[in-house]
């Protein structure tokens, strides 16, 4: 299958107008994006101002069935008639195989330490961790991923337990669970849930994934692996030194922010601390 993708520069308080007239008139899909250059930062969890301004202009990407060009034309001169400041700038065809090609052909295998290795399917070799990407945040790309793997490696054993807080696509509490460990992945999106429990039968071990809030887990774990910003792991602090009998394990937490980490998960004791980049990889104790 192929299709077309007309890219339309648009007054940004009309484009959810012109896109749903276009989608009326047969187009498959519309997507509202910023024009190079204007896409601001993105706000982060401890950002308390308001959000940045929109840009009076939109990029407008707009996707038809390749036989529907004379359908999209005709639609595109409607909404140049009817909205004011509406311009093309190209047509763009589209073939799935060869994106689909591209995009595997971009993906790697990941050393998580010496023999161990994180990979997608299709470049999985025996023993391998296998992750699907792109059906949820983790696959063992990040730094702050590959550090809380690498807790997981060396904390973890057959008959201990871990809790997995963020589990993301699930490759925490997998790895947990190939070590013999009941592991138990928790998370805020439904999405990365059952994302997690199909990367865990990829891997041909059972965890257990789902929605619970941290404050309704019950009992104690011996690994608490929680890869989740600086910010949450303050508001989480107290139930995370709660769940953990052993060790817990933190990362994705800025290094300028490491200290106010430090401070919410006393009286545990730091045991571990790693800078890599602007990333701070850390490791608590009783």
Same mark, same amino acid.
């Given at each position: ?103 595997? +052909? ?7 330490? &010496?023999?161990?290795? *994180?990979?997608?399917?299709? !470049? =999985?070799?025996? %023993? ?101 910003? +600086? ?7 107290? &139930?995370?030194?709660? *769940?953990?009998?052993?060790? !817990? =394990?933190?990362? %994705? ?34």
């Amino acid at each position: 299958m192929s299709w077309v993708e007309l890219q339309l520069v648009v007054v940004g308080d009309a484009a959810e107008a012109i896109g749903a007239g276009l989608i009326e008139a047969g187009a498959i899909g519309c997507q509202e994006d910023y024009l190079p250059g204007e896409q601001p930062l993105p706000q982060q969890p401890w950002d308390t101002g308001p959000p940045p301004q929109k840009p009076e202009r939109a990029l407008l990407r707009v996707w038809w069935n390749a036989g529907d060009r004379g359908v999209a034309e005709r639609a595109v001169a409607w909404a140049k008639r009817t909205f004011e400041g509406v311009e093309s700038l190209c047509w763009v065809a589209v073939d799935d195989q060869g994106w689909g090609d591209a995009w595997r +052909a971009s993906a790697v295998r990941i050393q998580i330490i &010496d023999g161990s290795y *994180v990979s997608p399917p299709w !470049l =999985a070799e025996p %023993g391998d961790l296998i992750i699907e990407p792109g059906m949820a945040f983790g696959t063992g790309d990040h730094p702050t991923t590959l550090s809380c793997l690498r807790a997981v490696l060396k904390y973890g054993n057959g008959g201990k337990t871990c809790l997995d807080v963020g589990t993301g696509s699930g490759i925490l509490a997998i790895a947990a669970a190939r070590l013999g460990m009941a592991a138990w992945g928790v998370d805020i999106d439904p999405e990365s849930a059952r994302a997690a429990l199909d990367n865990a039968r990829l891997n041909q071990v059972q965890i257990q994934a789902d929605l619970t809030p941290l404050e309704r887990v019950d009992g104690r774990f011996d690994l608490v692996v929680a890869n989740v910003f +600086a910010e949450v792991l303050v508001v989480l602090a107290e &139930d995370l030194k709660r *769940v953990t009998s052993g060790h !817990l =394990a933190v990362a %994705g937490v800025l290094a300028d922010r490491a200290d106010t980490v430090v401070t919410a998960l006393a009286p545990m004791r730091l045991v571990s601390r790693e800078e890599e980049g602007d990333w701070c990889h850390m490791g608590f104790g009783w």
